[in-house]
């Protein structure tokens, strides 16, 4: 919904940025938004585009941003601060497809750091040994880098994620599951991607 008190052209130019602002290969310029909207002023998108930014309704542009972005809408920015993406299940086990999801999952504070994190349902029992237990929600720093026995999502060899113990060594990653019945799984550095580090992890008894 448009602010009430847009004029006429300034709501056309919104509504066709909602519309249309996906079709373009980047955020617009002025230029590329005076030749979509035909327009032969500039000066004049520029004012209009203005009012818009003074609403809310569009990113205010800059040197380093210059082309033209939507703002959050209210009903996207969710109200709860504790929403964290939940991206799918992961592997607890052999490693599967860690499948991205769109649904959020509240996280208390505690359970989480001020940095980027998500949450992942843990599927299998190789991490038992841990207390990380199938149907679990872990919680997970985003990061391309880890330390030496910390719990990390690893991504193989492109495609399939798994929740292990890191060990690095010259020329193999291993990584270590909690199951005394399970062996370590040994890789080439270049076959495995780090995405991030345990942080917290919940459990629903019901």
Known sequence: MTAPNLTRRQREIYEFLVENLDSFPHPPTLDELCEALGLSSRGSLHKQLQALIHEGLIEPMNNQRRGVR??????????????????????????????????????????????????????????????????????IEKRDTARNGEIVVALVDGEEATLKRLEQQPGKVILHPANASMDPMVYLPEQVQIQGVLVGQMRSYH
């Open 70 to 139: 939507l703002a959050a809408r209210p009903d996207e920015q969710g109200t709860d601060d504790n929403a964290l993406p939940l991206y799918g299940r992961i592997a607890a086990g052999q490693p599967i497809e860690a499948i991205a999801n769109p649904e959020t999952i509240n996280v208390p504070p505690p359970l989480r750091t001020d940095n980027p994190c998500y949450v992942l349902e843990v599927k299998g029992d190789s991490m038992i040994e841990e207390g990380i237990l199938d149907g679990d929600w872990v919680v």
